[in-house]
T-cell receptor, first 117, second 111 residues
Framework: ETGVTQSPTHLIKTRGQQVTLRCSSQ?????VSWYQQALGQGPQFIFQ???????GRGNFPPRFSGLQFPNYSSELNVNALELDDSALYLC????????????????FGAGSRLTVL | GQQVMQIPQYQHVQEGEDFTTYCNSS?????IQWYKQRPGGHPVFLIQ?????EVKKQKRLTFQFGEAKKNSSLHITATQTTDVGTYFC???????????FGRGTSLIVHP
């Protein structure tokens, strides 16, 4: 089975620009979550997509937005980039079996490292 | 907000010594997961604990979930250089299926 793939692996942007990060989920998974990991920190939950809809959101401003496509792949868009947005952005896919079926085990991609100058 | 606290932040050990990292929540967790992130890599799932007082072993790694389901630990016996990395706990608060990650404990093993 194929794992989670993310692109691009590295990118450099300047403050105020916009960025789109892409993620292909693992085969058989239907849910995609995005995390931001600053240096020396744990992954911070941005949002999750299930059935092409946002299914939960962390404490991130609206300039962070996303999409999930029918093939379960996903995009993370960040507008009006700020210096503090510099981080590793991790995509994780999982199989969500429905309400009340318990926690999802996450399979992470290698991440997209964003540097904002 | 609700948080999952993890200590210590860093741990240096000599190869062969034991290592333990602790995870604590002020709120009852429905379950807890542990992940390992190698330097320059991404988190990889290790294990999930669900039951109160549960103990699971993977070779030299022992995972425990507290009786009150508010804390957890990971113990590595006789560390090896391959154990180097950051270990994260991720707790599921209440019925949420979205895990809250701790800050992680970075293990440095000196040969």
């Amino acid at each position: 089975e194929t794992g989670v793939t993310q692109s691009p692996t590295h990118l450099i942007k300047t403050r105020g620009q916009q960025v789109t990060l892409r993620c292909s989920s693992q085969s058989g998974h239907n849910t995609v979550s995005w995390y931001q990991q600053a240096l020396g920190q744990g992954p911070q939950f941005i949002f999750q997509y299930y059935r092409e809809e946002e299914n939960g959101r962390g404490n991130f401003p609206p300039r962070f937005s996303g999409l999930q496509f029918p093939n379960y792949s996903s995009e993370l868009n960040v507008n009006a980039l700020e210096l503090d947005d510099s981080a590793l952005y991790l995509c994780a896919s999982s199989l969500h079996r429905g309400v009340g079926t318990g926690a999802n085990v996450l399979t992470f991609g290698a991440g997209s490292r964003l540097t904002v100058l | 907000g609700q948080q999952v606290m993890q200590i210590p932040q860093y741990q240096h050990v000599q190869e062969g010594e034991d290592f333990t990292t602790y995870c604590n929540s002020s709120t009852t967790l429905s379950n807890i997961q542990w992940y390992k992130q190698r330097p320059g890599g991404h988190p990889v799932f290790l294990i999930q604990l669900v039951k109160s007082g549960e103990v699971k072993k993977q070779k030299r790694l022992t995972f425990q979930f507290g009786e009150a389901k508010k804390n957890s630990s990971l113990h590595i016996t006789a560390t090896q250089t391959t154990d180097v990395g950051t270990y994260f706990c991720a707790g599921h608060i209440g019925g949420s299926y979205i895990p809250t990650f701790g800050r992680g404990t970075s293990l440095i093993v000196h040969p």
